[in-house]
């Protein structure tokens, strides 16, 4: 199974967890951006006021709440997408392409300055 068709796969569920409650009509755009960034903050919420190492050796029990927090950012994610009609992984790749270009290993190594800075 590739990459596409899990999250072919997970569209497809979401899509069907919507239709069998009728929660089509709550889901615009709007909504699940809003959603979306609401998921986003309480992954924040369990890294703000750490250092950056205690935030890389969380405890295994905050480690699996954050698991389910980005688990919820990712099913939004996947489904504002699918009602934009927007091919995720396609985005992604050509995002990807994008930011090779605007930060060349040459320029970019090393460095955490934005691309119009290098």
Avoid: C
């Amino acid at each position: 199974m590739t990459g596409q068709d899990s999250l072919d796969e997970l569209r497809d569920a979401l899509r069907a967890f919507a239709a069998e409650r009728d929660w089509e009509r709550f889901h615009t755009p709007k909504n699940l951006a809003m959603a979306l960034s609401g998921e986003a903050g309480e992954v924040i919420e369990h890294f703000q006021w750490l250092s950056g190492d205690e935030s890389a050796a969380l405890p295994e029990q905050t480690r699996g709440e954050v698991a389910l927090e980005l688990a919820d950012v990712l099913l939004y994610l996947v489904r504002l997408a699918d009602v934009l009609g927007v091919d995720l992984a396609d985005a992604a790749r050509t995002k990807m392409r994008i930011n090779a270009e605007r930060y060349p290993v040459d320029k970019a190594r090393g460095r955490s300055e934005k691309y119009d800075r290098l």
